[in-house]
């Protein structure tokens, strides 16, 4: 049985491969998708598959055999090849007395979210991984975890609606590291164009849900909402992704997923009947509060996505001033006076 430092440093690993493609869906990532696949496969009584029938189900190369086994040994899971067929050593078991109570808490409340909806990928590992936690539990703590539960209720449906199928494929192109090819709508231009990407992550970012991917036609990564993806289907192209891509490098100090080249000091001021409900907030990573003699609350951040932040400063009417820049609170007068003739 390997210890509690082993599974930390199996999980760092993981995280470093998460980190370099974003927080979201990390199953979705390609390479720790197959990690996990990996694991399945060699995580049985019996050794089954050899290292062939391992390369076939995951579509991978001899080179990334070796480079799974090295990175879970390495973290001290032993893996024995018996008669040609490889399998987890017997003693090599997470055992549920590694995991706190608030741990196990948080990973069964947290699973909520993915058990509403039974299309998504890894629902079944994640279900089967839940009722395991529970068991180890007692009776006072599953009525605990069924309590919080009722409290945290975050439907994915709200977020994927009528696009699981589409989800489903990117995040099959993105476990094999092959291509897609889509349609998409444009909203600026109005117009629907054919694509082919290489699909590195998976992200959401303002209630919706994006695809950042090297686009071929344009030659660099762009960002694509997953909602106005009309067709989509997998290619026979493989792709790598790219071991130095970051998505927090790759959206900088954007807003949301805006990414323009001038970075902009925005300054807004907020009144004080809305201060103390602002400065509880973490709105961006750059973001500097400071309260106002009159108990209002100034507002700083640095951000390239000019849009973006327009739209969120309108979103609190009267009660929201930009002092900083002078070009973006020349575009929300225009914004307003738009609105004004509305009611005229």
């Known amino acids: 049985m390997y210890n509690f430092r082993g599974i930390r440093k199996f999980s760092q690993k993981v995280i470093k491969y998460i980190d370099k493609g974003g927080i979201l869906m990390s199953e979705l990532a390609g390479k720790v998708g197959r990690l996990i696949e990996f694991v399945t496969l060699l995580d049985g009584k019996y050794a089954i598959y050899s290292r062939q029938d391992i390369m076939d189900r995951l579509g991978i190369s001899e080179s990334s055999f070796y480079r799974y086994r090295t990175v879970l040994e390495e973290a001290g899971v032993i893996i024995d090849c018996i008669e040609g067929c490889y399998k987890i050593r017997g003693d090599c078991r997470v055992e549920i007395k590694d995991l706190s ?134 290619t026979e192209d493989e792709f790598k992704y790219p071991d130095d891509f970051s998505l927090k490098d790759y959206l900088g100090d954007a807003w949301g997923v805006e990414r323009r080249k001038e970075t902009l000091e925005v300054k807004v001021k907020f009144k004080e009947k809305l201060a103390r409900w602002i400065k509880g907030n973490k709105y961006h990573p750059s973001q500097e509060v400071e309260e106002l003699p009159d108990g209002s609350l100034l507002v700083t951040v640095e951000t390239c996505s000019k849009n973006e932040i327009k739209k969120w400063i309108l979103g609190f009417g009267k009660y929201a001033e930009v002092l900083a820049p002078e070009s973006l609170k020349e575009e929300i007068i225009a914004e307003i006076e738009e609105m004004r003739r509305f009611y005229l």
């Open 101 to 234: 109570i608030p741990e196990a808490l948080a990973l069964i409340v947290g699973s909520n979210a993915l058990l509403n909806d039974g299309d998504i990928t890894y629902f079944k590992q994640m279900k089967l991984a839940t009722a395991k936690i529970k068991k180890e539990l007692s009776e006072d703590l599953i009525e605990l975890a069924t309590k919080l539960e009722e409290r945290v209720n975050i439907d994915l449906k709200l977020l994927v609606k009528n696009n699981v199928e589409v989800i489903n494929t990117i995040d099959q192109a993105i476990r094999e590291e092959v291509n897609l090819w889509i349609k998409y709508y444009t909203y600026t231009r109005d117009e629907i164009s054919e694509r082919v990407l290489s699909p590195y992550v998976i992200d959401c970012r303002n209630g919706f849900l994006y695809l950042i991917a090297y686009c071929h036609w344009r030659d660099e990564v762009k960002v694509f909402r997953i909602d106005r993806i009309k067709e989509i289907e997998v």
